[in-house]
T-cell receptor, first 111, second 114 residues
Framework: QKEVEQDPGPLSVPEGAIVSLNCTYS??????FMWYRQYSRKGPELLMY????GNKEDGRFTAQVDKSSKYISLFIRDSQPSDSATYLC???????????FGGGTRVLVKP | GAVVSQHPSWVICKSGTSVKIECRSL??????MFWYRQFPKQSLMLMAT?????????EQGVEKDKFLINHASLTLSTLTVTSAHPEDSSFYIC??????????FGPGTRLTVL
C-alpha cells in the first residue's frame, strides 16, 4: 500500500463547476500537506500548503486536512479550462523533509 | 518562495554519452535540493537529496555511480547522467527547499537518449 493514495482520474468537469480532489494517507506522522499543480512537461507548481488539520482558502482554492481520517482535499471553485492539469497531493513529517507524493489526478475542464 | 531554473530544458544525446543537468536557485540560498525523475503519466520519483557541501543521499534502487550529483554552492546543484542509455530517457526535475521549508520545483529537463 502506498503511503499517499490518489485517484488517477481523469476527472472531467464543465467550465464553472467545482472541482473536488482528494487523497488519503496512511502515515500518522505526516504533519505538512501540500497540493501542487503540474501542466504537461512542466515542473509542479505549489498551490496550497497546510500544517496539521483544518481549512485554508486562497482565491478559488480551498484545502482541507482531516488528520483523524487521514484525508486531504482540494476544492477549485469556478473552474476554468486553464485549470486542466494534473494535481498532486504531497505530505511530509517535518518541514523541509522529503515529500511523499500521491500518484496525481488528471483534471479536464471543458469549455 | 524560491524561483528555480533548470538547464537545459531538453537534451537529446547518443547512447553511452554523459549528460549534465543544472539546477539553480535564483533568489534563495538553498542548503537542500532534491532530484526527481518522472516517466509519462506517472508521479514524481525521488532520486536523491542534495545537500550543499556534502555527499548526496540516494534513494533505494538509484545508482549513485550512474547519477552523479554535485551541490557545490547554495544556488547550484548538478545531476550528471553517466553513460546514458535509452531507458534513462525521462523528465528530470529538481526542487529547492525554500522559505518556510517549502519545496519549490524547477521547470524540468526532458532527456532523450537515442
Amino acid at each position: 500500500q502506498k503511503e499517499v493514495e490518489q485517484d488517477p482520474g481523469p476527472l472531467s468537469v464543465p467550465e464553472g463547476a467545482i472541482v473536488s480532489l482528494n487523497c488519503t494517507y496512511s502515515n500518522s506522522a505526516f504533519q505538512y500537506f501540500m497540493w501542487y499543480r503540474q501542466y504537461s512537461r512542466k515542473g509542479p507548481e505549489l498551490l496550497m500548503y497546510t500544517y496539521s488539520s483544518g481549512n485554508k482558502e486562497d482565491g478559488r482554492f480551498t484545502a482541507q486536512v482531516d488528520k483523524s481520517s487521514k484525508y486531504i482535499s482540494l476544492f477549485i471553485r469556478d473552474s476554468q479550462p486553464s485549470d486542466s492539469a494534473t494535481y498532486l497531493c504531497a505530505s511530509n513529517k517535518a518541514a523541509g523533509n522529503k515529500l511523499t507524493f500521491g500518484g496525481g489526478t488528471r483534471v479536464l475542464v471543458k469549455p | 518562495g524560491a524561483v528555480v531554473s533548470q538547464h537545459p530544458s531538453w537534451v537529446i544525446c547518443k547512447s553511452g554519452t554523459s549528460v549534465k543537468i543544472e539546477c539553480r536557485s535564483l533568489d534563495f540560498q538553498a542548503t537542500t535540493m532534491f532530484w526527481y525523475r518522472q516517466f509519462p503519466k506517472q508521479s514524481l520519483m525521488l532520486m536523491a537529496t542534495s545537500n550543499e557541501g556534502s555527499k548526496a543521499t540516494y534513494e533505494q534502487g538509484v545508482e549513485k555511480d550512474k547519477f552523479l550529483i554535485n551541490h557545490a554552492s547554495l544556488t547550484l546543484s548538478t545531476l550528471t547522467v553517466t553513460s546514458a542509455h535509452p531507458e534513462d530517457s525521462s523528465f528530470y526535475i529538481c526542487s529547492v527547499v525554500g522559505n518556510r521549508d517549502i519545496e519549490f520545483f524547477g521547470p524540468g529537463t526532458r532527456l532523450t537518449v537515442l
